[in-house]
């Protein structure tokens, strides 16, 4: 295990993670300093409505947030990465935005001492319109899809490599990389930008910009699938497994250290693991937390995974590959029985 914590906070390990249920401000202070490498989370928002998984009122959020944000500075190495999606809010009875994310980057920045790598812009979309009142009803805004994501360094060079995360070409660029001559030649641009021959060449693939375009539209994935079967609820503030898994890509490397303070179903650690990043989820809610462990369990016997979270849920800590390996075994056993095939002394 990378972390070593009290076994009453520990809901489930994998090949590369641990799933904890605590609060992150008493986590991230058993954690050495400079010790991880990319903290990627999704709090809950500063919303006017209050949530089922918990989020806390426009008026207090910034202060809130800074005392995980503060704890959090010290344990990021000198080339790690705090990255942090936060949606738009609007004020309680106005159609005038909430400043409040904004906010949060400027006291990040100038009273914990983060640095403002890049500013991202995640657009979902699949966004339904909202908020009602203002977009539906009287038609006075448009639908809000686009989250601020703020992606904070403790330095000036954090670790990053944006080879790791190019996108297709374009087919004009494709087309140009077949044959450059006939479609391009060199010269300045109005900007006063001189683009040389170099610039044909292919890299494999283009930069992509701040602006990630993300539909978060999986509505028959296995956990949702499985929470059904075994009547639970999903969590309700779900973010796509590519928006973790571009920043993982591009700031981290394999066996690298990554974090989320705020994981709710655990999508981070799941691309964390199929990254083969070593990975730290924390959730307050241990309901949340073990029905995450459903993401690890694809190919299990329902009641084997119905087993499974009913013990996480009890408190107890479980190695999701050991006990899965367990369970089929028993499962064997049984049926095998079951069918003649074994003495009842096997």
Request: net charge neutral; hydrophobic share 40%; proline share 6%.
């Amino acid at each position: 295990m990378l972390f070593e914590f009290p076994l009453d906070i520990v809901v489930y390990t994998t090949k590369f993670g641990i799933q904890l249920c605590a609060d992150s401000r008493t986590v991230l202070k058993m954690l050495p300093s400079e010790s991880v490498d990319l903290i990627v989370t999704s709090p809950p928002f500063a919303l006017l409505r209050q949530k089922s998984y918990g989020n806390e009122a426009q008026e207090a959020y910034v202060d809130w947030l800074l005392e995980f944000g503060r704890e959090a500075l010290r344990v990021l190495k000198p080339t790690g990465s705090f990255v942090l999606d936060l949606g738009g809010a609007y004020q309680r009875g106005r159609p005038v935005r909430s400043l409040y994310n904004y906010r949060v980057l400027i006291e990040f920045c100038d009273t914990l001492g983060y640095k403002l790598a890049e500013e991202f812009f995640w657009y979902n979309p699949s966004k339904l319109p909202s908020p009602i009142e203002w977009v539906n009803k009287r038609k006075i805004r448009v639908k809000d899809a686009v989250n601020t994501v703020w992606w904070l360094a403790k330095e000036d060079f954090p670790k990053a490599d944006v080879r790791e995360v190019l996108v297709p070409y374009s087919e004009r660029m494709k087309k140009l990389l077949e044959d450059p001559q006939r479609f391009y030649r060199p010269k300045q641009r109005p900007s006063g930008h001189n683009i040389g021959e170099a610039f044909a060449n292919d890299r494999g693939g283009a930069i992509p910009p701040n602006l990630l375009v993300i539909p978060n539209t999986v509505s028959n994935s296995h956990y949702q699938r499985t929470c059904k079967a075994l009547g639970k609820q999903t969590h309700p503030a779900r973010f796509p497994q590519d928006l973790p898994r571009f920043f993982i890509k591009f700031l981290t490397q394999p066996r690298d250290v990554v974090v989320d303070i705020f994981s709710g179903s655990n999508t981070t650690g799941y691309v964390a693991e199929d990254l083969q990043r070593h990975w730290l989820s924390i959730e307050i809610n241990r309901d949340y937390a073990a029905l995450s462990a459903i993401r690890f369990m694809e190919g299990w016997d329902l009641q084997d995974i119905a087993d499974a979270v009913k013990r996480m849920e009890r408190g107890e800590s479980l190695n999701i590959h050991e006990f899965g390996s367990v369970a089929k075994q028993m499962r064997f056993v049984m049926e095998t029985k079951a069918h003649g095939y074994l003495d009842e002394d096997a």
